[in-house]
């Protein structure tokens, strides 16, 4: 079982490219031949009015040009002779072809990274006079629709050119959730799509009277969530009888109606604190009650809260259907790494509920050892809304934990709106609203948690709130080795190379970890001189990681027991524990090599690679590099963080892929 950022590269794509690997040198059939001779590549690019779908056509035009390249190419005006040939001087008095692809290139990226997926496209116009006004009419419309095809002949793929249907578990549920979706564009290796609007374009007028057209277009799943966090309500009657007109409410202002609604209906029941469902789920919950109690004396007053499953829900319902799209972040997709004694450093803004299986995540008490806290009298626990009885499972399980089952204080959300429109750029949306939010459950969770509004990898208009260090350990992942290094496999299948390392500031003590990790707790830093170490000095590492995975225990359990004796809302106990907690996440197990297999952390290098054009890597796969110094073949796996599609003027597809070392050990996968 693979997981977004942590997969297995098609085994189609795998056959193929050791096939491709072999043409030419172990391998000198007719087949692989016609595979080194007969790679050109055709593009076609379609315009819509509107988003396409299946049943979509594309636009109507004078000219038809709002479908370029493909087999247009091969008739009408871009042939001589015939009534619309170039040469009949009524129909091109210049005698010159209609517009013409020049080059393409299409970016897809692992956007968690503040990457976009785009594509850029260079068009020559050739006869001006006859083609200006349609081409600027249809391909210099920001917001514009397009779809982009490339597509190899058959005889550029060597071995079965369908893709293997075992995908992964995100992609197999979302095509339930989108039965608008052509899975069959998904499926061959020697076609690929690109779905997105123009946002973007420019006009360079050439000697000889023709005119180069570039323009950029962006993914389309990257304008969705830029909408902004206001919603246009029904209208309603006010208390005149006369119809209200231009209402505008702000996420907020209609989520917290909705919550009061709930709670009054709650209340006629007599029930005043509660844990409520919705919709038979197991993640889309309101929780109301009073957060915690005091001894005997006063108490905090009431406090309402809303799952992150449920505000997501909310988002998609209210705002993203409003342009055909929606956010999925459930708990049967979007998972998290379990840590058994993570807890929020801030409960009363987000909150790791105990649920009906009564974890601790939500109970804050001197976790260490129950004989020294009896001992030594720290026997005081601070339970999060003892008076609720709940209704969901809790925040996690004996194998993973669910962000989606996060619960947010409503004034938190309030805040984080209030906070995104005042701030320059002001641009309150949906994106800059959920970077705002990842970023608290971030720093409240010492960064086990961090969010990201991704792309799923295979279906265009699926979006995903989905935690990025979540790469299961225990997932059964080979990684891919590529041949790449004719002299050491006999075979290779890539046209360039190279791996560079690149050191942020944020991990610059990393440099001084190599010696010793008392440098800093980051993952990098933490786990560099480990990686970078003999077999005896691993040992003594690792004896000393065990001292470090106590000393963390105490101190959090200490800062667990400060924030019992303190308001919840104390700041200075808040911040102790957000630091606390991110030193925890790093040396939460005593054992070195399961702390790395948990997190995989992203290594400061980068790796690039070129070779033919092929559809089916996604980002997230795993892949290894036998020409490697050894030290990075046993302690690193590279993992797909973009890729770029591109077809060059001569019709040559390539396909570049960028990946980024994830820190393992040799022998667990």
């Known amino acids: 079982m693979s997981t977004l950022f942590y997969s297995q590269v098609n085994t189609s794509v795998q056959n193929e490219l050791i096939a491709r690997g072999s043409a030419g040198v172990g391998d000198r059939s007719t087949k692989a031949m016609d595979y080194m001779l007969g790679k050109i590549t055709n593009v076609e690019i379609q315009a819509f009015d509107s988003k ?20 247009s190419v091969l008739g009408n005006s871009y042939m001589p002779s015939g009534v619309d040939g170039y ?28 990457y976009i997926n785009k594509a850029s496209v260079s068009i020559l116009i050739l006869d001006a006079d006859a083609d200006l006004e349609e081409m600027e009419m249809i391909y210099c419309k920001p917001g ?31 095509l339930t959730q989108f039965p608008d979706v052509d899975s069959s564009n998904l499926l061959k290796m020697n076609e690929f799509y690109f779905q997105g609007r123009i946002s973007t374009f420019s006009f360079s007028y050439n000697s000889d009277g023709s005119i180069a057209l570039t323009f950029e277009a962006i993914g389309t799943s990257n304008t969705y969530a830029d909408i902004q966090v206001y919603i246009k309500n029904d209208k309603e009657t006010s208390e005149t009888g006369e ?4 209402q505008i409410g702000n996420l907020y202002t209609l989520l917290d109606t909705e919550v009061k609604n709930i709670i009054t209906a709650k209340n006629k029941d007599n029930i005043t604190e509660f ?27 009431t ?35 379990l840590y058994s004694k993570l807890i929020s450093a801030d409960s009363q803004k987000i909150l790791l509920w105990r649920g009906k299986a009564d974890i601790m995540s939500s109970t804050y008490y001197f976790d260490h050892s129950a004989e020294v806290a009896k001992s030594s009298g720290l026997i005081d626990k601070r339970i999060m809304f003892p008076n609720v009885k709940p209704e969901s499972p809790g925040f996690s399980d004996n194998e993973d934990s669910y962000p989606s089952r996060i619960y947010i204080n409503l004034e938190e959300i309030k805040s984080i709106i209030e906070t995104i429109e005042k701030q320059e750029p002001k641009e309150p949306t949906i994106k800059n609203f959920l970077i705002k939010l990842s970023e608290t459950i971030r720093i409240n969770t010492g960064d086990a948690i961090n969010l990201a509004l991704v792309q799923d990898p ?19 992942v080979n990684e891919f080795t590529l041949p790449a290094f004719a002299t050491k496999t006999g075979r290779s299948v890539v046209r360039e190379f190279s791996l560079t390392s690149n050191v942020p500031n944020t991990v610059k003590n990393m440099i001084f970890g190599i010696d010793s990790w008392d440098t800093g707790t980051q993952k990098q830093t933490a786990y560099n001189p480990y990686i970078y170490a003999d077999a005896e000095t691993r040992s003594r590492l690792a004896e000393e990681w065990k001292l470090k995975y106590t000393s963390t225990s105490i101190d959090l359990a200490d800062k667990k027991y400060e924030y019992v004796q303190k308001p919840a809302n104390d700041p200075q106990v808040i911040a102790d524990l957000q630091s ?90």
Not at 53 to 65: A, S
Not at 276 to 301: H, K
Not at 313 to 335: P, R
């Open 52 to 71: 396409p779908k299946p049943g979509i056509k594309i636009m109507p035009t004078e000219r038809g040009y709002a479908l370029l390249g493909g087999a």
């Open 87 to 114: 040469l009949n001087d009524k129909i091109r008095p210049s005698n010159r072809i209609p517009p013409i692809i020049t080059d393409v290139s299409i970016a897809i990226n692992d956007q968690s990274k503040s």
């Open 144 to 174: 514009r629709y397009l779809r982009i095809k490339y597509a190899h002949p058959d005889n550029a793929i060597l071995t079965d050119p369908l893709l293997d249907t075992v995908g992964l578990p995100t992609s197999d549920y979302l």
């Open 243 to 246: 119809k209200q007109t231009n």
């Open 275 to 301: 844990e409520f469902l919705s919709n038979g789920t197991t993640d889309q919950g309101i929780l109301n009650g009073i957060p915690y109690t005091i001894g005997n004396t006063t108490t905090p007053g």
């Open 303 to 337: 406090e309402r809260m809303v799952s992150l499953g449920y505000l997501i829900q909310f988002i998609s319902s209210k705002l993203m259907e409003q342009v055909g799209a929606n956010i999925t972040c459930n708990d049967t997709i979007c998972k998290s790494n």
């Open 458 to 476: 295979l279906i265009p208009d699926a979006l995903l709130y989905y935690d990025v260090n979540y790469v299961k350990s225990n997932v059964n």
């Open 580 to 669: 606390v907690l991110k030193k925890y996440v790093t040396y939460f197990t005593p054992n070195i090599e399961a702390s790395i297999q948990t997190s995989k952390a992203i290594f400061p290098m980068e790796l690039e690679f070129t070779i033919d054009g092929i559809n089916g890597l996604k980002y997230g796969d795993v892949l290894g590099f036998d020409g490697l110094p050894r030290r990075y073949t046993e302690s690193f796996v590279f993992a797909i963080m973009g890729i770029t599609q591109a077809v060059s003027t001569d019709g040559q597809w390539t396909t570049q892929v960028r990946c980024v070392p994830r820190v393992r050990i040799k022998g667990n996968s």
